[in-house]
């Protein structure tokens, strides 16, 4: 009889789970292999030598770094994401399942192992030349965030932004870094020409919930700190509040989104959790291991949302939800929002001021 073992919480990480992906044909189980050490009932090796989970950085050899989408939930149809995976370890992140396209687990494999595009600075630039390319809009950091730990050192984010401001080229920012701040000498020019904003997601303000659930993600006061500089600096800036999840900290969407208007954000959204696919035994997991009293609870109210399931992909419904439940969050925020000034939809993007500039050895105009 083997003895399985559960997974244990991992400082500094999101899931301690690394069951594999939806695609592979075997699978992977914690057990006691019978080496105990004297006063144990079994030797976990990570966790007794205090080991961490070291984050590995993998090459992303793509040949196209600009996704497209017609998915009428979002309103931007191109995005650009440059890197695969997010050592922020967000539990409740939706791009998770998309690890296992990769052979990895969504669990710790997502957190831990990265692939970065580090041409993607110079295949943006090559598409944007492309023949008949028309300019919209594009979303940097729509599946994983742009300015995650690793971007300090990679500086792929910068690069990107870098070409998209010699082609005058509009773009708007998804992420909960502080680091965006860094590119402020990018970002405030581009915004004063009507080519770039921001968006901060704050999931939730008590710092000791946003410890477990996004571990490795700036603290709640430092990214409304993040807001309050971006708007100084003249860059529209709006707050995601995001995800809610029921029973855990949907209590907080007034007092996230007066918060972040405090501190200069001119307009705010919200998504309700989404558990698609391997995600959803995912945020089980992290709920009976860090909120056993109210696992249950959460999860009931998560399958009200979701017409009895723990999560359905519908367009239309998968951002808000279904029934009594949803539309209650749905009218509240509705309420605060207009109350607050933030229930404008979008900004206009300037696109008619795209230009490529001219490549190297290229014959200047006279005109």
Not at 6 to 31: I, M
Not at 204 to 229: K, M, N, S, W, Y
């Amino acid at each position: 009889m083997v003895d399985v073992l559960d997974d244990r919480p991992l400082k500094g990480r999101g899931t301690a789970s690394n069951r594999v992906g939806r695609f592979e044909t075997h699978t992977r189980l914690r057990t006691d292999d019978g080496w105990a050490r004297p006063g144990q009932d079994g030797w976990d090796e990570e966790a007794d030598l205090g080991v961490p989970p070291a984050t590995q950085i993998r090459l992303d050899t793509s040949r196209s770094v600009i996704s497209y989408n017609d998915s009428p939930d979002v309103n931007f149809d191109r995005s650009i994401n440059p890197y695969r995976g997010c050592e922020h370890g967000c539990v409740y992140c939706f791009a998770r399942p998309s690890h296992a396209y990769l052979g990895h687990s969504p669990g710790l494999d997502f957190e831990t192992i990265l692939y970065a595009k580090r041409d993607a600075p110079a295949l943006l630039a090559k598409e944007l030349r492309a023949r008949g390319y028309a300019p919209k809009p594009i979303a940097l950091g729509a599946n994983t965030d742009p300015y995650q730990p690793i971007e300090r050192t990679e500086r792929i984010t910068r690069g990107v932004l870098e070409v998209l401001r010699d082609f005058r080229h509009p773009v708007g920012i998804i992420t909960k870094s502080p680091l965006v701040l860094r590119d402020m000498d990018i970002l405030a020019p581009m915004a004063a020409a009507g080519l770039a904003r921001v968006s901060i997601s704050i999931t939730t303000l008590d710092r000791d919930l946003a410890r477990r659930l996004e571990p490795r993600a700036g603290t709640p006061q430092r990214r409304l700190d993040a807001i309050r500089q971006l708007a100084d600096a003249g860059i529209p800036v709006s707050v995601l509040a995001s995800p809610m999840i029921p029973a855990l900290n949907d209590a907080e969407l007034e007092s996230i989104l007066a918060a972040a208007k405090e501190a200069g954000a001119s307009q705010g959204h919200y998504i309700l959790l989404r558990l698609p696919r391997e995600l959803a035994d995912l945020m089980e997991e992290w709920l009976r291991h860090h909120v056993p009293d109210r696992a249950d609870h959460v999860l009931s109210l998560i399958r009200q949302c979701r017409d009895g399931g723990r999560n359905h992909a519908q367009f239309g419904t998968r951002m808000r939800g279904t029934g009594v439940y949803a539309e209650l969050l749905a009218a509240r925020y509705k309420l605060a929002a207009r109350r607050l000034g933030l229930d404008q939809r979008r900004w206009s993007m300037r696109c008619d001021l795209f230009q490529p500039p001219p490549k190297a050895g290229d014959q200047l105009a006279l005109l």
